[in-house]
């Protein structure tokens, strides 16, 4: 190993199905290795992974959870003595805020997933926060705010995430900047739009009260041309989900993939993607879409969606459930029209794996720079 190499750990909770897994194993892959030596470290088990690893060296942790990881990602410190420990999900960016006070010469990264404020509104809303459920619930404050205190910089995924953290008291004099999701550079712009003889549309996310499926299925329950939508993704709202989806008589016409390994290819066979969610932090699966050449359909909210859709170009962003029925129609319409190639352009020239990989290395040598 070059000594003149940055050695950075990335850390992640799992390789699971999982949009900030995919992103960071994205990562890992493809910053330069003559200039980077990189570790992936996951916390937990080798037997959950679902994406391949080929092309990084990956050290699982074997661990149910962050907590009980503290002393192997103390060990990994000692043993590699990082310039930059980078991590993703906020219980994963706190204990490794925590063991960092031990390597003051490591610069200590963070990216958050979600626009916290509205999260946290969300919750409260939705009765959803119960008591000792918290991220730190095994901390107490003082011992969370330290580990807080501790990292360097803060990665947020888009503009809104940005506006936010700024806002909270929490985050004042923290170095936050913005670097979007990447398109990832396995997608392939589709030639033409599927030729199916009815409607397929398709959403991509966990069965969560926060991905808003009700407000689509309530929108889907007016159309009146034929349709297929598949969802792929599983969650803890599954039965409610599907059982709003009956009360409105429209299940037989959803199909439901829990997971997949063909995700790419169901996007690619679907004329029109659908968002219903309340906040997001950038969505993967929205850009990953648009960038196969499907077009979407999209509710507003926090998390970047207006710098994804560009109205009339790649679909729509709606205001309520009958803008969303308006411009779903409109959008039908407009299908013979709007060729792979122009729904694809925007997120392939503004969130490119190239562009996006280059953001992340010119950032690790800046820091690094500062530091010295």
């Known amino acids: 190993m070059s000594s003149k190499k940055l050695k950075i750990l990335i850390f992640i909770p799992s390789l699971i199905a999982g949009g900030a897994e995919r992103v960071m194993l994205f990562i890992a892959k493809n910053l330069n290795q003559k200039k980077f030596d990189v570790k992936l470290v996951v916390i937990g088990f080798k037997e959950d992974t679902i994406y391949p690893t080929e092309g990084v060296e990956v050290v699982y942790l074997n661990h149910p959870n962050a907590k009980n990881a503290f002393f192997d990602i103390l060990k990994l410190f000692f043993k590699h003595k990082p310039h930059i420990a980078f991590s993703s999900l906020t219980h994963v960016n706190y204990i490794v805020g925590l063991v960092a006070y031990f390597y003051p010469r490591t610069i200590c990264v963070a990216r958050e997933t979600i626009v916290l404020s509205v999260r946290d509104?969300?919750?409260?809303?939705?009765?959803?926060?119960?008591?000792?459920?918290?991220?730190?619930?095994?901390?107490?404050?003082?011992?969370?705010?330290?580990?807080?205190?501790?990292?360097?910089?803060?990665?947020?995924?888009?503009?809104?995430?940005?506006?936010?953290?700024?806002?909270?008291?929490?985050?004042?004099?923290?170095?936050?900047?913005?670097?979007?999701?990447?398109?990832s550079e396995e997608i392939k712009t589709k030639e033409s739009n599927p030729d199916n003889t009815s409607l397929q549309l398709i959403t991509v996310g966990r069965l969560s009260k926060q991905k808003g499926y009700e407000r689509i299925i309530k929108g889907l329950s007016k159309?009146?041309?034929?349709?297929t939508y598949t969802i792929i993704g599983d969650g803890a709202e599954k039965e409610r989900i599907f059982k709003v989806a009956n009360s409105y008589n429209i299940m037989d016409k959803i199909k439901h993939i829990p997971i997949s390994k063909e995700v790419y290819q169901h996007?690619?066979?679907?004329?029109?993607?659908?968002?219903?969610?309340?906040?997001?932090?950038?969505?993967?699966?929205?850009i990953e879409s648009l960038g196969i050449g499907t077009p979407?359909?999209?509710?507003?909210?926090?998390?970047?969606?207006?710098?994804?859709?560009?109205?009339?170009?790649?679909?729509?962003?709606?205001?309520?459930?009958?803008?969303?029925?308006?411009?779903?129609?409109?959008?039908?319409?407009?299908?013979?029209?709007?060729p792979p190639s122009q729904v694809s352009s925007h997120v392939v020239k503004k969130f490119g794996s190239q562009k996006i990989i280059s953001d992340y290395e010119n950032f690790f040598k800046s820091i690094t720079s500062k530091k010295k």
Do not use: W
């Open 121 to 183: 509104s969300f919750k409260k809303r939705n009765k959803s926060n119960t008591k000792n459920k918290g991220v730190f619930s095994f901390l107490d404050s003082k011992i969370s705010d330290l580990a807080h205190n501790r990292i360097n910089y803060f990665i947020c995924q888009s503009e809104d995430m940005k506006k936010d953290m700024i806002q909270m008291e929490k985050y004042a004099n923290k170095n936050i900047i913005t670097i979007n999701n990447p398109v």
């Open 223 to 227: 159309l009146k041309v034929p349709f």
């Open 267 to 286: 996007m690619a066979n679907s004329h029109i993607y659908l968002q219903g969610s309340f906040f997001e932090g950038f969505p993967n699966a929205l």
């Open 296 to 338: 979407a359909i999209v509710y507003e909210a926090p998390g970047g969606m207006n710098e994804i859709i560009i109205n009339g170009e790649n679909g729509y962003l709606v205001k309520n459930d009958t803008d969303f029925v308006e411009k779903l129609n409109l959008l039908i319409k407009q299908l013979e029209n709007s």
